[in-house]
């Protein structure tokens, strides 16, 4: 008897589905962009957003906090009077603390949407899943005007994460309430 | 060979379950309040953009492509998924796929999985597989934990609680978690926080579905909400994903169009909270086995069908329910399987691929062809020339019938205008059945008709009655 | 020059409604069009293909080809009859005429908005699904009814939704029907108006059977018969 995997390809190969037209791709590949629109997208969902010119003192508010800070966190974002929590962390660990502060890779300013590729200042995503408060910071030069530009920026074969806003649901009646499972909390420091 | 659980054993046609479910107020109420609302949410998400249109010819061709490939484009993903540690299986039935998914559970020794919300498992019903297997599969997206939790079936393809309001879900929670809640949607998403929070942290076994898998890199791609997702993804050990042959792009570039497609379609988000991206095994982050578990049931019968094949294009937005008239009024569960509304009147009787089965055979005339589902269809599948098209192959199983012989003297009629004109002449004597020109009951089947609608009493004079004497 | 248009009456309005189709003569003849009706026609074949049997309907498909297909211009009384000869005729091997929804004819070919019209009714209209996506009419006989002299338009709440006719989905569920009827009725009668008007007399005797039924006394109107209807010569109420 054939394997499940031959058989499969070769009722494929029997459908004989004759080839498609071309694809034509007149969709627009980039859009205004800009910090504004990535600020005010973010906003959309709820997420607290800033404009800063200096991270660490936007990070004063933090005093007092347990705050998981990824391998790759610029030396000068670990202000004193934080309890900076470092790899290697138990998820015991990571479900107990304050919150994580967190870099990205890429932002998208048509959805309002920041994206992880557990790269420099990101960690692995157990990271920023755990604590109920996530801070991200976004440079400038991090923001892609759209999907199509930031998909083309991303490397595919590594962890990703797209986040627009905090978790939430829309399965009670259809709308949308925020804090499920992840994250109840985001704030963005656009930098 | 078994029978596809994609319908629900026993479940009556859908013009008889229909009937039942129309008679619940509640359903009724539930279902316009929750469809008005995304409909109206959907509309403003899709009017912002001005490429839309494009942006939906992309998705249908690309999907068209997938399908003209699917064999190369399957080999690719097996290669680039195994590339990167990931093991592929194939399974060309639902119980086949089951025991793949047992078998790996058993060999993880697992009693218990974490489930993120997947169609492709609802489909060969994988829980109740696993249950009687000695697993327990804990569902962890609110809608399916709602159903989960009040031993109830899907209604809808993305909220398959959608038939339940606040207060019945409080109900339930109340019930099966042992708490106190209010009917806050806030306190609901809440309790379900806290009552998942500790599986989530100590299963080691997690079974997801995926959206799109992309064959050039063996990426996965999976959409949501809530973090569940996120949750199964990142803590296990050991992650098992199950999904349809169907669900490939052929590249990472392709995903660029049903990012935007999908999100606003579905939950009419710019973009959902979060999309979840990995390939394999990542050393160090996550699950550290990764198994791809690739399920026929019934798709490839329905790719030899050149018309009912664009059914396989779909991404499971579930749109055309959202905006269906019929779908809105008798909810899902009347259409017998976890594919309900518009696509499921298409996809469902395709995958169980037997028209002689009454139930599946009444899907395709659960329409009244208005045509609202193709106007809002991310990826352009043409529902109701798909449901005319399937209805024929019914007819076609069905042979001689009453309708079809009554069907066949009309046409007979229509072909000669002498014909036809005896034939209004000899119904124009039914206007002596009418009262104030109106006619307000007939015989059989007639009276399917009269039950709720008077027929206008047939005029005296034809129009081409009148024609003739007055101008021809 | 006079346009020369020939009329497919369909065969529900032949039938049960001649006062639309000779509303449409009244009016297409106004216009300055010189109608013709050829008596051979019959049916387009929708119930048959709508209901699986296709194969029924191709030789009423062939039929219409050879009854009108010598014509510039077909206009029918039916969005639904016209979408099935422009959709669906070339899918079972025919190349059909052209063929027109009252609405889009008076305004895309004869360009004419106001084609002189009084009625001195309060009016909602109900676009009807084949109309509205399978022709995409649109706006067009909301236009029309605007500039009707003396009418009182409503807008119709929910209009885009379906009335839940649907040709036998009207019996083969007729309870799902009848709860889509039973909303359209509420939204006709939420806008207090006295006629119900659309362009396909199907739609109509659905919506209008179900209002005789519950003795609303709002009457179901064809299009037509609205713009056929001038002060010199009034629409009267026949039934």
């Given at each position: 008897m054939a394997s499940a995997r031959e058989e499969i390809l070769q009722r494929i190969r029997d459908a004989k589905v004759p080839p498609a037209r071309p694809v034509v791709r007149g969709y627009d590949r980039t859009g205004p962009g800009g910090v504004e629109l990535f600020a005010e997208r973010v906003a959309d969902y709820r997420a607290i957003v800033h404009t800063v010119t200096s991270v660490p003192d936007a990070l004063k508010a933090l005093a007092g906090k347990r705050i998981v800070a990824p391998q790759g966190v610029p030396h000068e974002w670990l202000i004193d009077g934080v309890t900076w929590l470092?790899?290697?962390?138990?998820?015991?660990?990571?479900?107990?603390?304050?919150?994580?502060?967190?870099?990205?890779?890429?932002?998208?300013?048509?959805?309002?949407?920041?994206?992880?590729?557990?790269?420099?200042?990101?960690?692995?995503?157990?990271?920023?899943?755990?604590?109920?408060?996530?801070?991200?910071?976004?440079?400038?030069?991090?923001?892609?005007?759209?999907?199509?530009?930031?998909?083309?920026?991303?490397?595919?074969?590594?962890?990703?994460?797209?986040?627009?806003?905090?978790?939430?649901?829309?399965?009670?009646?259809?709308?949308?309430?925020?804090?499920?499972?992840?994250?109840?909390?985001?704030?963005?420091?656009?930098? | 060979?078994?029978?596809?659980?994609?319908?629900?054993?026993?479940?009556?046609?859908?013009?008889?379950?229909?009937?039942?479910?129309?008679?619940?107020?509640?359903?009724?109420?539930?279902?316009?309040?929750?469809?008005?609302?995304?409909?109206?949410?959907?509309?403003?998400?899709?009017?912002?953009?001005?490429?839309?249109?494009?942006?939906?010819?992309?998705?249908?061709?690309?999907?068209?492509?997938?399908?003209?490939?699917?064999?190369?484009?399957?080999?690719?993903?097996?290669e680039s998924v195994t590339a990167r540690g990931g093991v592929v299986h194939w399974a060309r039935d639902a119980e086949e796929a089951n025991r793949i998914v047992l078998d790996l559970c058993r060999a993880e020794q697992a009693d218990e999985v974490v489930k993120v919300k997947s169609m492709a498992t609802a489909e060969i019903g994988l829980n109740e597989a696993l249950e009687a297997g000695g697993v327990h599969a804990i569902e962890t997206d609110l809608?399916?934990?709602?159903?989960?939790?009040?031993?109830?079936?899907?209604?809808?393809?993305?909220?398959?609680a959608i038939h339940r309001n606040r207060s019945e879900i409080r109900e339930i929670f109340q019930r099966r978690m042992g708490v106190e809640v209010s009917d806050e949607p806030a306190d609901l998403a809440e309790a379900a926080r806290v009552y998942l929070r500790e599986k989530f942290l100590t299963t080691r076994v997690a079974i997801s579905g995926a959206n799109f898998a992309v064959a050039d890199t063996g990426s996965i791609v999976v959409l949501e909400s809530e973090g569940n997702g996120r949750m199964c993804l990142t803590l296990p050990e050991t992650l098992i994903t199950v999904m349809g042959i169907e669900k490939l792009v052929p590249t990472w570039q392709d995903l660029e169009v049903f990012l935007q497609l999908l999100p606003r379609s579905s939950t009419a988000e710019r973009m959902n909270p979060y999309t979840s991206v990995w390939t394999g095994v990542t050393p160090g982050d996550g699950p550290q086995r990764f198994h791809l578990v690739l399920i026929d049931n019934g798709r490839t019968a329905t790719l030899t069908d050149s018309v009912g094949r664009q059914a396989l294009r779909c991404i499971r937005c579930s749109a055309c329910l959202n905006v269906c008239p019929v779908y809105e009024r008798t909810g899902g569960k009347s259409y017998g399987s976890v594919y309900p509304g518009p696509i499921g009147a298409i996809l469902t009787p395709q995958l169980v691929g037997d028209l002689h089965d009454?139930?599946?055979?009444?899907?395709?005339?659960?329409?009244?062809?208005?045509?609202?589902?193709?106007?809002?269809?991310?990826?352009?599948?043409?529902?109701?020339?798909?449901?005319?098209?399937?209805?024929?192959?019914?007819?076609?199983?069905?042979?001689?019938?009453?309708?079809?012989?009554?069907?066949?003297?009309?046409?007979?009629?229509?072909?000669?205008?002498?014909?036809?004109?005896?034939?209004?002449?000899?119904?124009?004597?039914?206007?002596?059945?009418?009262?104030?020109?109106?006619?307000?009951?007939?015989?059989?089947?007639?009276?399917?008709?009269?039950?709720?609608?008077?027929?206008?009493?047939?005029?005296?004079?034809?129009?081409r009655a009148w024609w003739r004497k007055n101008r021809g | 020059m006079r346009v020369k248009v020939a009329l497919f009456a369909t065969c529900l309005t032949d039938t049960f409604f001649p006062e639309t189709a000779r509303a449409v003569v009244r009016l297409l003849e106004?216009?300055?069009?010189?109608?013709?009706?050829?008596?051979?026609?019959?049916?387009?074949?929708?119930?048959?293909?709508?209901?699986g049997y296709r194969e029924l309907s191709k030789p009423l498909a062939r039929k219409y080809t050879d009854v009108f297909g010598s014509y510039d211009y077909v206009v029918a009384p039916s969005g639904s009859c016209a979408g099935m000869v422009r959709e669906v005729h070339p899918t079972l091997g025919e190349s059909p005429p052209r063929t027109?929804?009252?609405?889009?004819?008076?305004?895309?070919?004869?360009?004419?908005?106001?084609?002189?019209?009084?009625?001195?009714?309060?009016?909602?209209?109900?676009?009807?699904?084949?109309?509205?996506?399978?022709?995409?009419?649109?706006?067009?006989?909301?236009?029309?009814?605007?500039?009707?002299?003396a009418l009182d338009l409503v807008e119709l709440p929910d209009s885009t939704h379906c009335c839940g006719f649907g040709g036998?989905?009207?019996?083969?569920?007729?309870?799902?029907?009848?709860a889509m009827l039973a909303d359209k009725m509420t939204s006709v009668l939420s806008t207090g108006a006295e006629v119900v008007s659309a362009g396909d007399n199907s739609c109509l005797m659905h919506i209008g059977g179900g209002l005789s039924r519950l003795r609303t006394g709002v009457r179901p109107v064809h299009l037509a018969e609205i713009l056929a209807s001038t002060e010199e010569d009034p629409w009267l109420a026949t039934r």
């Open positions: 470092r790899e290697p962390l138990s998820i015991e660990e990571l479900d107990r603390a304050d919150g994580v502060l967190t870099g990205c890779a890429v932002a998208i300013a048509d959805t309002g949407t920041i994206v992880l590729d557990g790269g420099e200042a990101q960690g692995r995503r157990a990271l920023t899943l755990l604590p109920d408060y996530h801070l991200c910071v976004v440079r400038v030069d991090q923001i892609a005007a759209s999907v199509p530009e930031a998909l083309q920026r991303l490397e595919p074969t590594r962890p990703l994460t797209f986040i627009s806003g905090p978790s939430a649901t829309s399965d009670i009646e259809l709308n949308r309430v925020e804090g499920v499972h992840g994250p109840r909390t985001l704030e963005v420091l656009i930098v | 060979m078994a029978r596809n659980p994609v319908t629900w054993l026993g479940s009556p046609t859908f013009p008889k379950a229909a009937k039942e479910a129309l008679q619940d107020t509640q359903l009724r109420q539930n279902l316009r309040k929750a469809t008005g609302t995304i409909r109206g949410r959907r509309e403003a998400a899709v009017a912002e953009m001005t490429d839309w249109e494009q942006l939906r010819v992309a998705g249908e061709q690309i999907k068209d492509d997938v399908l003209a490939r699917l064999d190369t484009l399957l080999v690719q993903l097996e809608a399916e934990l709602i159903v989960q939790l009040g031993d109830d079936r899907p209604s809808h393809i993305l909220v398959p009454p139930q599946a055979a009444s899907l395709p005339f659960a329409s009244s062809l208005c045509g609202a589902c193709f106007e809002v269809c991310p990826v352009r599948i043409d529902i109701p020339s798909v449901l005319t098209h399937l209805r024929a192959e019914v007819v076609e199983a069905k042979g001689r019938t009453a309708e079809s012989v009554a069907m066949a003297a009309a046409a007979w009629m229509f072909r000669e205008a002498s014909r036809y004109e005896k034939a209004q002449k000899a119904g124009s004597l039914a206007r002596f059945l009418a009262r104030d020109g109106k006619i307000t009951s007939l015989p059989w089947p007639g009276s399917k008709w009269t039950s709720s609608r008077d027929v206008p009493a047939p005029p005296a004079e034809s129009f | 106004r216009l300055g069009c010189s109608v013709e009706f050829p008596l051979d026609q019959t049916c387009c074949g929708q119930m048959h293909f709508n209901t027109f929804e009252l609405a889009e004819f008076l305004v895309d070919v004869l360009g004419v908005i106001d084609v002189g019209a009084w009625f001195p009714h309060r009016v909602t209209y109900h676009p009807t699904c084949h109309s509205l996506r399978m022709l995409g009419v649109g706006d067009k006989p909301l236009a029309l009814l605007r500039a009707v002299k036998t989905f009207a019996v083969k569920n007729a309870e799902t029907s009848t």
